[in-house]
Nanobody
Framework: QLQLVESGGGLVQPGGSLRLSCAPSGGFLDDYYSIGWFRQAPGKEREGVSGISSYGDTTVYADSVNGRFTISRDNAKNTAYLQMNSMKPDDTAVYYC????????WGQGTQVTVSS
């Protein structure tokens, strides 16, 4: 059964950078799926961070990350990315990717901690 797998999380200092990856496991994700990144901090609801259309021509960002995060996808590698720069302690959360299409798929999440 197809699942999404996030990777690239970890501990980073304020002002630092991380790049998250999202790739399918157990199958191939068709290019027409749009991809979204979400995050959930302790005690808070899951929130949308960024999204990208099927072929990457449209991207959207939450106000809190606009100008610092960049979403992209490489359909040849069947992988989506979230480049996170100028990171802040408020970016600390578990980050999830979601593929939306004929069916919806979620990843299991990857922890991102921004702390000195």
């Amino acid at each position: 059964q197809l699942q999404l797998v996030e990777s690239g999380g970890g501990l980073v200092q304020p002002g630092g950078s991380l790049r998250l990856s999202c790739a399918p496991s157990g199958g191939f994700l068709d290019d027409y799926y749009s991809i979204g990144w979400f995050r959930q901090a302790p005690g808070k609801e899951r929130e949308g961070v960024s999204g990208i259309s099927s072929y990457g021509d449209t991207t959207v960002y939450a106000d809190s990350v606009n100008g610092r995060f960049t979403i992209s996808r490489d359909n040849a590698k069947n992988t989506a990315y979230l480049q996170m720069n100028s990171m802040k302690p408020d970016d600390t959360a578990v980050y999830y990717c979601k593929a939306t299409g004929f069916r919806n798929y979620w990843g299991q999440g990857t922890q991102v901690t921004v702390s000195s």
